[in-house]
């Protein structure tokens, strides 16, 4: 349950991320320091909640070529281009979000390849709005046992993350992260220290255990006076993978950094660091969010300079154009569900990666809709879809979940948006649901 003592992000929606790495950069990646009949498809596309195969592509039927245009000749590419709808289907269906699924939330972190955790209480809710019966204890053990760990990953930002994922991911970002720690809210605390002496210092004073944050600023601070200890301990935490200890991630956890412990991710995990490629990562993303372009996976991930690694991979990928005539990869095997397949209304938590996947979200939220959720200051609202778009925001208050939509809704979508709410209601601990009028 939701108490005033672990001041959820639920609680205090509009406030900046706790995490003091969140000081170098904004998560909008502006700034970079079953409702309706699943099994209706478009010809030679397929729909449904379909465990992929190993690498993360979604199974089922290719995409049928398209035919020929008139006068074209024979062996001249034929590029679809694809309507903002049928892009908003098929990230709602690799999201889970057109249909919850019976997949493990494993299975699930898996394919999203991270969820953003800020604040530890949102992950919960983004699983709870995609996996059939989702309990909090889940997600929990996992963080215990060790399968999912929560870190600075994509974009810098704290990620939950599948093990062996973060494992292999974390390298292949790390220049992402350094980028971060070379920022002046870092470079001025750290003037004339030496980068690794720093890291193996901040190491040393770990002593391969799990120390608290606020214990490891101290012992750095020891080490070099007049400087912020504080900010030192979050430039070792970006140079260095270092991984949150599982109460960190527990329900009802607020991640202050006095809260916050950490420990060397190879100590934690019992395995080394083993980079993944870039193509890999591709692959990953585009199972999760394609199809995309290029400056698509740059925001999510935060790299750069990827062009070239997608024009290398363009002999395994399907090419398709957005409406405005940009280029669109995906999957050669992967599915585009029917379009006119109805959307359910889904309550996003903040921060949820839909939001936050693409350089271009048209896709899912309007311009307009996109300023007022995510108003700047590193912050990203708790919306509402209806119909597969951002009609909304959402926010608890002493126990009442308030609605806020941002235009009117027909009778029927006010509804289902309220039968959703109330069926949210006993996982967050609240006791009513309230809706407002369009603002």
Not at 102 to 118: F, S
């Amino acid at each position: 349950m939701i108490t005033r003592e672990t001041r959820t992000a639920a609680q205090v929606v509009g406030a900046p991320a706790p995490d003091y790495l969140a000081a170098a950069t904004e998560v909008d990646g502006d700034v970079l320091v079953r409702t309706g009949r699943a099994d209706r498809r478009v010809p030679g596309h397929g729909a449904g909640d379909r465990r992929p195969p190993a690498g993360g592509r979604t199974a089922g039927v290719p995409a049928a070529a398209p035919a020929l245009a008139p006068g074209r000749r024979p062996g001249a590419a034929v590029v679809t281009t694809l309507s903002h709808r049928v892009l908003n289907r098929a990230l709602l269906d690799r999201q889970f979000l057109l249909a919850r699924t019976d997949r493990t939330p494993l299975e699930v972190i898996g394919r999203l390849v991270a969820l953003q955790a800020q604040e530890p209480n949102w992950p919960y809710v983004g699983l709870w709005s995609r996996i059939h019966g989702f309990a909090h204890s889940e997600l929990t053990t996992l963080l215990r046992d060790r399968k999912v760990v929560r870190s600075g990953l994509l974009r810098s930002t704290q990620h939950l993350a599948a093990a062996d994922d973060f494992r292999r991911f974390r390298p292949l970002l790390q220049p992402v992260l350094d980028r971060i720690a070379r920022s002046a809210h870092f470079a001025r605390n750290s003037a004339g220290l030496d980068t690794a002496s720093l890291v193996a210092t901040g190491l040393e004073a770990l002593a391969g255990g799990t120390t608290p944050r606020k214990e490891l600023a101290r012992r750095l601070a020891g080490h070099h006076p007049g400087r912020d200890g504080r900010i030192l301990a979050g430039e070792v935490e970006l140079r260095t993978p270092l991984v949150h200890g599982p109460a960190t991630g527990a329900w009802g956890s607020w991640g202050t950094r006095s809260a916050v412990s950490v420990t060397p991710a190879e100590t934690w995990l019992g395995r080394p660091m083993a980079a993944a490629t870039a193509e890999e990562l591709i692959r990953r993303y585009l199972a999760a969010f394609g199809p995309a372009g290029v400056m698509d996976v740059q925001a999510w991930s935060g790299l750069t300079r990827l062009g070239e690694i997608v024009s290398g991979m363009r002999s395994e990928l399907r090419h398709y154009r957005d409406p405005d005539g940009r280029e669109l990869v995906d999957l050669a095997d992967a599915e585009l569900p029917d379009p006119d397949v109805p959307a359910p209304v889904r309550l996003l938590p903040a921060f949820d990666n839909v939001l936050l996947g693409h350089a271009d979200r048209t896709r899912i939220i309007g311009d307009e809709d996109r300023k007022r959720v995510m108003p700047g200051h590193a912050r990203v609202l708790p919306a509402f879809l209806v119909d597969g778009r951002v009609h909304g925001s959402w926010s608890l208050d002493g126990g009442t979940l308030r609605l806020t939509p941002f235009r009117p809704l027909t009778a029927a979508d006010r509804a289902a948006l309220e039968l959703e709410a109330e069926r949210l209601l006993p996982f967050v601990g609240g006791r009513d649901v309230s809706a407002g009028k369009p603002g």
